[in-house]
């Protein structure tokens, strides 16, 4: 597996899209390795911001199944 390769799996395991992947390993093809890490980092706050906004909602969820379990036990 070459470099680039290896470059674009990982992306992907990490959750790049198909479009951010290429965009880098683009970048990576070219030698502009300065843009390269500035457009992962860009990619790693998406990722970032994605898992903020799940985490959002596990909390809600957590909120909503204590408020039901306190309701029940009110009403037993």
Known sequence: ??????????LA???CSAEWTERI????RAAD?????RTMRRARCLLMDAMHESQR???RMDFLIH???????KIS
Do not use: F, I, P
Not at 25 to 28: D, E, N, P, R
């Open 67 to 73: 408020s039901q379990e306190t309701q029940r036990r």
């Open 33 to 37: 390795y300065a843009e390269m890490l």
């Open 13 to 15: 395991d990490a959750g």
């Open 1 to 10: 597996m070459t470099e680039e390769e290896q470059l674009a799996q990982g």
């Open 57 to 59: 909602r596990v909390d």
């Open 25 to 28: 390993c683009a970048l990576y």
